[in-house]
């Protein structure tokens, strides 16, 4: 009994657990460029040094040394390493010249060069959901001192005074300079959760699933993306069994981002009725003129309800949600609905209906991106079945409308789906990433996109 209870109760907690519709991986490759960046745009080592000589409210002024200032502020070297289970390890190398006046009533210089060294954890914001990163364990390490008070005078007392003074400057002036970078960095999560339209069909919000994990080679946040109509309703993304994952011969240091094929069919569930399409020109593509005539070389039926050759109207309707299928190398979208001809009569009346065919076909998906969005553009894979659900010139094989079918879905439809996914499928928007210059890979049940720096 206690089995088959561990075994439901198994059974329970594998299909509660959400498996992540997009994965991303933040190698060093990017975690390094934007730190630096943060440190460069912030200017903050540049405004600690300014603010160091200034009276601030309850901090006493230090002993010894007054009309204190920090001049000639090194361009620091920055150098990261990920610390698995917590974030990244972050140590800064620079340099600086204190000067002022010594407690002997001379001018005085210190160059020091220093390394600050902290522990970012990455955490998730409880009240945006974000990632976000907190500094720990801040500490100062003297590499190197050198000042021109007079050392072979009271050394023991000048030593005394250099480092007490260094250790009451330093860490005040330098640690708030990790906080204040990870200010800048953390800001450019914020775009991550709001809602970004897919053309004038509905949203999709990247959601973390969980705190971002760390190993000792990249960050990982997993997303369930929320894909949602205009009228609200949310389009779940089906179960997929496996969780789809990044290869493992990626380059070392890189980052990824990985949408897998249930995100992708739910984005595209959107623009299901937009698949939806009404073709009445006579000239298409390369074929023939579209008329009954064409028609009746197919269909003889066609021939004796219509003796004096109508254009043709085509409609085609998508009936079920189209679905993405990934196979390592191959994309596929699958489209199922209905095909109804018509033969177009005098002005002011209707098309009279022809019959209605069910369709089922394949298309096959070339992903680029294009002004950081995922573009899709089709071509026909095969048409895989046609049936006959209704006519209204008598019986026919339509088996024998399977060539004309195809060549008219490859000369008309699919332009018109291409049209379509024009408006591409929007990417998270967090750290200023350029997707434009990523390279695109497909695996099993995911779309890989090795990100690349500008």
């Not at 190398?329 to 209605?356: C, N, Y």
Request: hydrophobic share 40%; aromatic share 6%; with cysteine.
């Amino acid at each position: 009994m206690l089995h088959f209870l561990c075994l439901a109760l198994c059974g329970l907690l594998t299909h509660s657990r959400a498996e992540p519709g997009a994965l991303l991986r933040l190698g060093m490759d990017i975690m390094n460029h934007e730190v630096q960046n943060a440190m460069d745009e912030s200017h903050i080592l540049e405004k600690m040094a300014a603010e160091a000589g200034k009276k601030r409210p309850g901090v006493k002024p230090i002993k010894g040394i007054t009309d204190m200032k920090v001049k000639d502020v090194q361009l620091p070297v920055i150098t990261l390493s990920f610390t698995p289970g917590v974030g990244i390890f972050q140590c800064v190398s620079t340099g600086m010249t204190i000067t002022g006046k010594s407690f002997m009533g001379k001018n005085m210089e210190i160059i020091v060069v220093v390394n600050i060294t902290a522990t970012n954890r990455i955490l998730q914001d409880e009240e945006t959901g974000l990632p976000t990163f907190k500094s720990e364990g801040c500490e100062v390490i003297l590499v190197s001192v050198k000042t021109n008070l007079p050392s072979n005078m009271m050394p023991n007392v000048i030593n005394k005074f250099l480092d007490s003074t260094l250790h009451k400057v330093l860490p005040g002036l330098m640690c708030p300079a990790i906080d204040a970078v990870l200010v800048y960095v953390n800001r450019k999560w914020a775009n991550l959760s709001t809602p970004i339209p897919i053309g004038q069909m509905g949203t999709v919000k990247y959601i973390l699933t969980s705190i971002p994990t760390t190993t000792a080679s990249y960050i990982q946040v997993d997303f369930s993306p929320v894909v949602q109509q205009l009228d609200g309703n949310t389009i779940q993304l089906a179960d997929a069994g496996e969780a789809p994952e990044v290869p493992e011969y990626r380059v070392e240091g890189s980052s990824q981002l990985l949408l897998s094929a249930a995100f992708l069919t739910a984005e595209l569930a959107l623009l299901q009725k937009s698949f939806d399409v009404n073709i009445q020109d006579s000239t298409v593509g390369e074929l023939p003129p579209q008329t009954t005539k064409l028609l009746s070389g197919f269909i003889p039926e066609v021939a004796k309800a219509y003796p004096k050759p109508k254009p043709l109207v085509t409609r085609i309707r998508i009936n079920k949600p189209p679905k993405v299928t990934m196979k390592t190398g191959k994309s596929l979208l699958r489209l199922r609905g209905t095909l109804e001809m018509f033969a177009a009569q005098r002005r002011g009346k209707a098309p009279a209906s022809l019959f209605l065919l069910k369709l089922h076909f394949n298309l096959k998906i070339q992903y680029s991106v294009h002004e950081n969005r995922l573009q899709m553009t089709t071509s026909l894979d095969r048409l895989l079945s046609l049936s006959r659900k209704s006519s209204s010139i008598g019986i026919f094989n339509e088996k024998k409308l399977t060539g004309f079918i195809t060549d008219f879905l490859r000369e008309a439809y699919i332009p018109a789906v291409n049209d379509v996914l024009r408006v591409g499928l929007p990417l998270p928007d967090f750290l200023d990433l350029n997707y434009n210059l990523a390279e695109l890979d497909i695996v099993e049940n995911a779309l890989v996109m090795d990100l690349k720096l500008n």
